[in-house]
């Protein structure tokens, strides 16, 4: 069971099912446990949903040699986003009571004032990336990690899941003759 010999099929799929279930769990702390997701958390979603569908569509593609690192390079991206996404979040968290930045406008009320033309586009993103009072309440812990701790670490985790099928060497990759035994 070396995760080294697992083909890149397989590799891709089974980030592809781990994209999945955490996003099945961000949507069972919403629904379930009642934690309302902030800006930030919401564009962490979307960060795994982007790695999810370029695991997905690389295991069904299985590529050969540069195809690989096309799909390896579009998660890293989304790994990218995310991490840096997560350690804005934790930033927020980490400032004292008084330099948090006030509340703003939850995600559902942008996208209404942005279908509306209310405000720009360019001003909906800068405020979903800049996150606000709410992107720094710590509602959710587990072993010490906050959820963005958490995100932060399965994003690394997963982009270095997407290169771990380019750091095979050579002779992995080639098939392996069968060998004559003599009777």
Known sequence: MNPLRWSFRVAFLLGFVVCVALLGYALYSEQQMHLTPCNLCIL??????????????????????GGRWVYAVLVLAGAVFGAAIALR?????SLPAGQVPACGAGFN???????GHYIPLSQF?????????DCAKVTWRFLGLTM????????????AWALLPRARRRSLDAPRPLRRTRS
């Open 44 to 65: 962490q979603r979307v960060a795994f949903v982007w790695m999810g569908l370029w695991f997905l569509v690389g295991g069904l593609h299985a590529p050969q040699r």
């Open 148 to 159: 963005a701790g958490w995100t932060l670490i399965w994003y690394l985790l997963l982009a």
């Open 89 to 93: 979040q934790l930033w927020l968290q």
């Open 125 to 133: 993103i800068t405020t979903m990336l800049r996150g606000d009072g």
């Open 109 to 115: 009320m942008l996208l209404m004032q942005l279908k």
